[in-house]
């Protein structure tokens, strides 16, 4: 039996997280928030919204309230989420937001947050263009290369296999979405930091929302106690009044078709 894909495995952590996620989804509630308050739409009303990679439906919740006759369409590649998300649209799909079940000029807004970073960023793009109407509108959030920096330096004392993500920088997301025909692109840098009492519930919030999934490089065995102790200790070089700092580097990003 061959081993489960990268992309397999992630799917399957966020069908685990899909009961955790939304109490545990802080910042991905934040930034959903932001990257709406910064979204301009070129043409109004919106009458069809594709949410790409909904997760539990809080990114709909939010587009209806701005938007109450839009006919929000949302997908997700791990089904559980859909469970929730109904709540708050029109129609779900259990689908890659790689390869789209859907026909070419189909939604006046392409709306993803917090979801490109699992993905490859050209497909993804290439279908986004691909379903929106001419003059479409495209507005994304991801995370930035400096996302979990505390966490990467306190696991670099005790191995070199990769504990996060390869995140994006700015550049690289803006010359993708060129690729893929995208003009009058626009990105925004905030970061957004979050803190803990400690290591132990730092990784675990991050684990209920399905987040913990790093892909190819990961540790693939259990970390002995001497390592966890001091990588405990390295993340402590962190500490703020607040506690441990988890930091998240994020983009925003608008474009149109």
Known sequence: MHPPSIKQRIRESFERAAATYDAAAVVQRQVCEHLLDAFVPARQPLTRILDAGC???YGACLLRA???DAHITGVDFAPSMLGYAH???DA???ADIE???FGE???DLWWSSLTIQWCETDSVFAEASRVLAPAGQLALSTLGPDTFGELREAFSAVDQH???LPFSDPDSIAE???RAGFGNITLRRKRHTVYYPDLKSLLRAVKAIGAHNVGAGGRSGMMGRQAWLKVEAEYERHRQPAGLPASYDVILGYANK
């Open 55 to 57: 997760g539990t439906g």
């Open 66 to 68: 701005r938007w109450p």
């Open 87 to 89: 709540r708050d649209t």
């Open 92 to 94: 779900c799909y259990a």
């Open 99 to 101: 390869n789209l079940p």
């Open 105 to 107: 000029s189909t939604f």
């Open 162 to 164: 990769r504990h996060t």
């Open 176 to 178: 993708a979405l060129a």
